[in-house]
């Protein structure tokens, strides 16, 4: 008996029970659909961090205080990394162009009745051409605010929007910590960036935060949190990390090659990436692993329903015997049923899963890709599950005295 | 022109044998729990004959019919089939001979209820690889021949039981084994739809066809033509006439 009429004989069986082979089909129908969604998903927060990152521009370097090691072995190590760097960095580093430290904090925001808790940023006017934050309304911080220690701000849109509704925002007063500012403009929108939404945060001159809301933090002089910098063009940021990195070791005095004696952490655009791009794999292997379960569980399913599927067709396996299949012919018939089931099933759980990426798609930022990777293997693993729990069943009908099968009516 | 005006005058040709059963055995079990089913069974069946199986329950009639069809292998002793040997066949090779020499008739008629009449009369086909038209021709002329060829598309399920029986006889024959074997082939069906199928069976008989039918209903095994009557495990009478059944039966 040839493969056609194996093919034509299983699909008869199948078509015969709808019910049974639909429930037969349905743990691998959703084991699909969540390893294609699931993966889609993975990719779809993996090229939206990048498309994140990659809104900074490629010139873009980041110092933080303190290296990774240092942060996760030790206790709030003293932060060495202070505001004299980055103007040393900005006056003595030929490739950099502009700098912008940075101060983080997070604080109640108030207006009238209204209050909402802001993450807040005390920076330099670098901050905006550096991190590509455009004002909508009004001015950044200027020069002159972080020498006057302005209490000014400059809110993000949704604060904005919290605080002042549709209401006119500019020249009126916010206070923070019982002091007032003046809201001197309102950022465009940006959305959350790695967790943090930028347009919950108020942005004030460094000099305001260190001397009204933070003081001094660090024995060495006023610490930051951030220095992030431009590179004068693109070809030069690795050029731009040596320098800076050779300029903060004679500062902080690291002269030492060990890496958990330095104190500070330069990183490219293209660091950051990676380290985006090794969560977000992992992230997508995560989930790729939760949902392949449940496609070995669909397997078992199918298994099950084959192996009560050989008992219930024991008079039929019988007849086949008896008018001249043999226990190859039995075998075949089964387990191409047990594939076209589990195939069938991959098939229909691929397109579940693609509209489920669809539709994330439309309702959240996550743009996920349709992987044809992904695709083509689960609908490959599926057939194999299919034939690996297929056998156990198969090998029991084909393994069936026809004598007893033909009593047995 | 002399030939012509003479009577014809039947001249007996060396038929052929089609079962020989010699000193078969089938032993169950080991030791205290030994069942012996078949007991040094000697049988002999010709082409063309019309033959009953026939014995009490447990008389070895059902163990021998599974061993003239090729389900079972004998403990010990040798089977030739249409002049094959056949007891010492591997699983695949007895599929085969299952599948060209011989005819299966149930007493549960065993169609596949998901298949039409014409398909389920195909399956033995599709195991022995025909395809195409002459599958569906053959199918078709075997129906026809068992009266049923105004049923073609009907599944199992919207026919009586007299036509699903006539309906796996089209089947039994389809692939022209060397032997109808059916297995009381009356024994779910009312006396009157019995009289039809014995009919046919008769009347396929005379077309050629060689059969054999085990049974316990008495009336089956008169309409055949000679009577193999079982007893524990052996044949106690080889060739008993339809006449002489009812003694013994009695007995």
């Known amino acids: 008996m040839d493969i056609v009429e194996s093919l034509k004989m299983a699909g008869k069986t199948i078509t015969a029970n709808k019910l049974r082979s639909g429930l037969t089909m349905l743990g691998i129908i959703i084991g699909n659909a969540s390893v294609i969604a699931m993966v889609g998903v993975g990719q779809g927060a993996k090229i939206y961090a990048e498309s994140q990152f990659q809104s900074l521009g490629t010139n873009v370097l980041f110092i933080l205080p303190g290296t990774d090691n240092a942060r996760r072995n030790t206790i709030a190590p003293p932060n060495r990394l202070i505001l004299a760097d980055a103007e040393a960095i900005a006056t003595q580093v030929p490739s950099v162009d502009k700098v912008a430290p940075q101060l983080n904090g997070s604080e109640l925001a108030t207006y009238r009745n209204n209050a909402k808790r802001a993450s807040l940023i005390g920076t330099t006017p670098e901050y905006s051409p550096v991190r590509n934050a455009d004002v909508k309304q009004g001015r950044f911080i200027t020069a002159d605010d972080v020498k006057r220690n302005a209490r000014v701000v400059t809110l993000g849109s949704s604060i904005s929007k919290d605080l002042f509704g549709n209401g006119e925002a500019i020249g009126q007063q916010i206070r923070i910590r019982n002091i007032s500012f003046e809201v001197i403009g309102i950022m465009d929108e940006k959305g959350a960036f790695l967790g943090a939404n930028q347009d919950d945060t108020v942005f004030m001159p460094f000099s305001t935060m260190t001397s009204r809301i933070i003081g001094r933090t660090s024995p060495y002089g006023v610490a930051v949190q951030v220095i992030t910098l431009s590179a004068k063009d693109n070809t030069n940021v690795e050029t731009a990390k040596f320098q800076i990195t050779n300029l903060l070791r004679l500062r902080h005095r690291n002269t030492s090659s060990a890496s958990d004696e330095v104190t500070f952490t330069v990183r490219t655009q293209k660091d950051a990436l990676e380290i985006v791009g090794n969560i977000t794999n992992a992230l997508t292997l995560l989930l790729a692993a939760i949902a392949a379960i449940s496609l070995v569980v669909g397997g078992i399913g199918i298994m099950n329903i084959m192996l009560v599927s050989v008992t219930e067709r024991t008079s039929e396996i019988g007849l086949r015997k008896a008018v001249g299949a043999s226990q190859s012919d039995i075998l075949t018939q089964f387990l191409i049923e047990a594939v076209i089931l589990s195939v069938a099933g991959g098939l229909i759980g691929t397109g579940v899963g693609v509209s489920g990426i669809l539709i994330v798609g439309t309702f959240t930022p996550l743009k996920a890709g349709v992987s044809m990777g992904a695709i083509t293997l689960a609908v490959g693993v599926s057939g194999a599950i299919g034939l690996f729990f297929g056998v156990v069943p198969a090998k029991q009908a084909a393994k069936l005295d026809p004598i007893v099968a033909l009593r047995s009516a | ?251």
């Not at chain 2, 089938?26 to 199986?53: F, H, P, S, W």
């Not at chain 2, 026809?144 to 026919?159: F, I, S, Y």
């Open chain 2, 1 to 251: 022109m002399l030939t012509d005006s003479q009577p014809s005058i039947d001249i007996p040709v060396p038929q052929k044998t089609i079962i020989k059963l010699e000193h078969i055995y089938k032993i169950y079990g080991a030791g205290d729990a030994e069942v012996i089913a078949l007991d040094n069974v000697n049988l002999e069946i010709n082409q063309g004959e019309y033959c009953a199986i026939m014995g009490a329950s447990g008389s070895g009639k059902s163990t021998v019919m599974n061993m003239i069809g090729c389900l079972d292998r004998p403990s010990s002793g040798q089977y030739y089939l249409d002049g094959e040997d056949v007891a010492n066949l591997s699983e695949a090779a007895l599929a085969k001979t299952r599948n060209l020499k011989i005819g299966f008739v149930f007493q549960q008629y065993h169609l596949l209820s998901q298949l039409s009449a014409i398909e389920n009369v195909m399956l033995p086909m599709v195991y022995a690889g025909i395809k195409g038209n002459e599958r569906v021709d053959r199918a078709a002329d075997a129906l026809k021949r068992v009266g049923m060829g105004h049923r073609l598309k009907n599944k199992p399920n919207e026919m009586s039981g007299g036509q699903q029986q006539r309906v796996a006889i089209a089947r039994a024959i389809v692939n022209q084994p060397v032997l109808l074997l059916a297995d009381e082939p009356t024994g779910a069906l009312d006396s009157h739809t019995t009289r039809e199928v014995i009919d046919l069976f008769t009347e396929l008989n005379q077309g050629g066809i060689t059969v054999v039918i085990v049974t316990h209903e008495l009336d089956v095994g008169r309409a055949t033509r000679r009577i193999v009557w079982f007893r524990d495990g052996q044949v106690i009478h080889n060739n008993l006439s339809p006449q002489d059944l009812s003694l013994v039966a009695a007995s």
